[in-house]
């Protein structure tokens, strides 16, 4: 057929890969934004929720980081994120001594931050407490679409004691 010319060549290649992530920190002053300076939780295992109902853990790096992530290695996925799938990201156990920062409630470039849009939504708290839990939820976008500001900000309850005088 080729050397009629109605032949082609085809090529065929695995899906993008997809990732979704980013980082557990401590949020010294509880604004609900990473400041510079304000350091990553090491060790928090943090849960994603497929679908269907499965789940795979990861934990944080000494940064504070996490990702999961479907990569093609030969022919498999290290992850069963897929394209436009609906995911639940959530900490099991707290870290000790520590709260879940209120998600900011601010608009950064007419994008609500509470949307987890992978541009504009990348430096603050992305978490709601749910039955207890830190969680986010999350909805993957097509093949090669990329969110690393999937955030959990954490805050340290206040300390020291309460003098009521008398006048």
Excluded: M
């Amino acid at each position: 057929g080729k050397t009629s010319g109605i032949g082609d060549l085809e090529l065929l290649c695995d899906p993008a890969p997809i990732e979704i992530g980013n980082r557990v920190w401590w949020d010294i002053d509880g604004d609900g934004v990473q400041d510079a300076g304000e350091p990553g939780l090491s060790g928090v295992q943090v849960t994603l929720t497929n679908p269907d109902g499965s789940t795979l853990d990861t934990t944080t790096d000494v940064n504070g980081n996490y990702v999961f992530t479907r990569e093609a290695t030969t022919g498999t996925y290290s992850t069963t994120l897929r394209a436009n799938g609906n995911y639940t990201v959530t900490i099991n156990s707290t870290p000790s001594g520590y709260s879940l920062t209120t998600p900011n409630v601010i608009a950064l470039s007419g994008v609500s931050v509470s949307s987890n849009h992978a541009i504009s939504d990348v430096l603050d708290s992305d978490a709601a407490l749910v039955a207890g839990k830190p969680t986010i939820y999350y909805t993957t976008g097509s093949a090669g679409q990329n969110n690393h500001g999937l955030d959990f900000g954490f805050t340290k309850p206040a300390t020291g004691t309460v003098q009521i005088l008398n006048t």
